[in-house]
């Protein structure tokens, strides 16, 4: 009898972690700041409530729901991520409980917050079917679940299938722009929240030129990095001048800087 086995997400998960680790995320970060305040005007915060903010980064939508004074905490697995959203905070006089830690094992009770966000961050899970159910757990009934996430066809999937292009995804993994397509969504909460409503809208983002975004993001973005990394100096000259040609093809300056509109998915549902 023959028997197999699903992917080892132990092992996924650990890759994962060494590419957010890599490059300089907290530079890469600035480009989510924008989208912080529209997830919390997304699932409308209202002060005074509890909110968890998962796979938080640097903490853009955690210091964005404790300048609406709600009582926040924010969890990453990537420690030097977690550095940096305390010194955020703390430069700011903000009072946010920044813990590492797992978003696919959360270590809070259930029905825990009244708000579970996620901008830019649960979508890079190994597991996305256990991701969306720990956000679900530590939710209170009738609290809120919010995140917002690249598409796939979006400026960020595009630059993201480019990479797989040239790398193969580790064994197991799934695209995280799954996370940007409604119907995926819906599965992924199927019987567990209700009102789920979605809506595509984007963030302007802005470089010098078309050549610099690819630069900027060979050295600081950990996919890309990892990417260019692995290839020899022929397939990383290819690998960069793919990058530049997909920012000329979303560029709408025509001054010779890349000016592009990045595409994401909101999401916002309560719990059952």
């Not at 010194?87 to 009770?109: H, S, T």
């Not at 530590?138 to 598409?151: E, H, Y």
């Not at 695209?175 to 809208?201: K, M, S």
Request: with cysteine; glycine share 8%.
């Amino acid at each position: 009898m023959t028997t197999t086995t699903g992917p080892d997400l132990t092992a996924l998960k650990n890759i994962q972690q060494q590419t957010w680790s890599s490059g300089d995320y907290g530079s890469i970060a600035w480009i989510t700041v924008p989208l912080a305040d529209e997830l919390i005007a997304a699932v409308d915060l209202v002060p005074g409530r509890s909110v968890l903010d998962i796979a938080t980064g640097t903490g853009h939508a955690a210091i964005a729901a404790a300048r609406a004074f709600c009582p926040t905490t924010g969890i990453d697995y990537t420690s030097t991520l977690i550095d940096t959203a305390r010194q955020r905070a703390a430069a700011e006089g903000l009072d946010i409980a920044f813990e590492v830690g797992d978003a696919e094992a959360l270590p809070y009770d259930d029905d825990r917050f009244d708000y579970v966000l996620s901008a830019i961050g649960t979508m890079f899970t190994a597991d996305h079917q256990r991701a969306a159910s720990e956000m679900v757990r530590v939710c209170r009934p009738g609290g809120r679940i919010g995140m917002a996430n690249w598409t796939p066809s979006g400026f960020v999937g595009r630059m993201l299938k480019t990479v797989g292009s040239y790398v193969t995804p580790p064994a197991g993994a799934l695209p995280p722009t799954r996370w940007g397509d409604p119907g995926v969504v819906a599965e992924l909460f199927d019987g567990q929240v209700e009102d789920l409503r979605t809506w595509t809208t984007a963030v302007r983002q802005r470089f010098l030129r078309p050549e610099q975004y690819a630069d900027f993001f060979i050295a600081n973005y950990g996919p890309t990095v990892k990417a260019a990394g692995k290839l020899d100096e022929a397939n990383r000259a290819a690998f960069r001048a793919d990058l530049i040609a997909l920012a000329e093809e979303f560029n709408l300056a025509t001054d010779g800087t890349f000016v592009s509109e990045w595409e994401y998915l909101l999401v916002s549902a309560r719990k059952r």
